[in-house]
């Protein structure tokens, strides 16, 4: 999925105004007013396990009130950071943005959803500031609201995407894309009673994490080595070295770690009397493919009563919850895109 947003100077004054930025730069900067139009381009289809239809922001419908974060930079690093705002009816595919550009002659313009001012913003983007020769791009499973039963929302909590601005004359254009794919996960709970056999020392278990990695068996791995996913990256801002693409951080490889449900509450995921299915729409981040003879491990953990304790205790992997999955066959992962997996814990 793409959107396409459409840039335009509102006034011939507007380009007196930025040649005038050649010569001088003031030391409070009025900016020039501008309207973007957004509208929706929808992808051709590709090889996906589940059609994804239900998310407004991966299908590119607008809410009724938006908001873009426009950055601009030089050879030194980001000049300016701009909010552009709009509303409308709610699921439009077209939006029109207004805002004010304080940016210079001769930057680069690159535009980012979530806006800054917003808290998925703040919490998935740093060192989004004046001066500053990167933008770091934080773990999604941080951020993210716990992971709801069949809901898209946590998923959308998380929709990050980034553009760079096409000027031509007094106008101009971007292409926002996703940062990450999205993994459809149909979970159920069969070999986990809540109301265990005497012989069980999961009394009580209750489903309430997710952990999403992947091993190479060929290789020595410790716990935060992975081959495909990633949990940190940087996105350079300088004219010289922007290539539109973030990059991994050094160490910033590591498995996804969610949240399902309300954890801790009595709305965990548990099955009392007969096998229970829920399904979790998951955002995943990496920069390699699963290649064959990698193993994809779904890992579920949560919290059991100890009976030898007399006491509530939280295990990061139950052992019926640790399922993994050989890879025979290459899987490329594609940005705004889903893959559907099954497994029974």
């Known amino acids: 999925m793409k959107r396409i947003i459409t840039i335009i100077a509102m006034t011939a004054c507007a380009a007196v105004l930025m040649n005038s930025c050649q010569k001088s730069i003031p030391e409070v900067k009025e900016g020039i007013p501008m309207t973007i139009q957004a ?10 396990i589940y059609e994804y239809t239900d998310d407004k922001t991966l299908e590119g419908f607008w809410n009724s009130e938006e908001a873009i974060t426009v950055i601009s930079f030089n ?62 791009i934080r773990d999604f499973s941080t951020p993210s609201a716990p992971l709801q039963d069949n809901d898209t929302n946590s998923v959308s909590d998380v929709d990050a995407m980034l553009g760079e601005v096409k000027v031509s004359g007094d106008g101009g254009h971007v292409y926002l894309e996703h940062l990450f794919a ?43 080595d992975d081959p495909v996913f990633v949990r940190k990256s940087y996105l350079n801002v300088t004219i010289d070295d922007y290539t539109g693409k973030p990059y991994t951080a050094e160490h910033g490889h590591g498995p996804q770690n969610f949240y399902l ?16 299915t829920k399904t979790f729409y998951v955002p995943v981040r990496f920069d390699e493919n699963l290649e064959p003879g990698y193993e994809l491990c779904f890992q579920f953990g949560g919290y059991y009563y100890n009976r030898n304790k007399n006491q509530v205790e939280y295990i990061d992997v139950f052992p019926v919850g640790d399922k993994r999955k050989t890879i025979t066959s290459k899987l490329s992962l594609e940005n705004g895109k889903i893959y559907g997996f099954k497994v029974t814990i």
């Open 39 to 48: 509208s929706v381009v929808t992808p051709p289809e590709t090889k996906t």
């Open 75 to 136: 050879e030194g690093g980001i000049t300016a950071v701009d909010t552009f705002t709009s509303t409308g009816e709610e699921g439009r595919k077209k939006a029109e943005f207004s805002g004010t550009w304080t940016g210079y002659e001769g930057d680069k313009i690159i535009c980012l959803y979530p806006p800054m001012d917003s808290y998925a913003g703040y919490s998935i983007f740093e060192n989004v500031n004046v001066g500053s020769p990167f933008i770091g």
């Open 182 to 224: 999205v993994f459809r996960i149909e979970v159920t709970l069969a070999n986990l009673p809540y109301f265990a056999p005497d012989d069980s020392p999961y009394e009580n278990a209750r489903i309430s994490s997710l952990r999403i990695k992947c091993v190479d068996p060929d290789r020595e791995m410790d716990e935060w």
């Open 261 to 276: 449900i309300n954890s801790g509450s009595t709305n965990d995921f548990y099955m009392r009397n007969k096998p229970v």
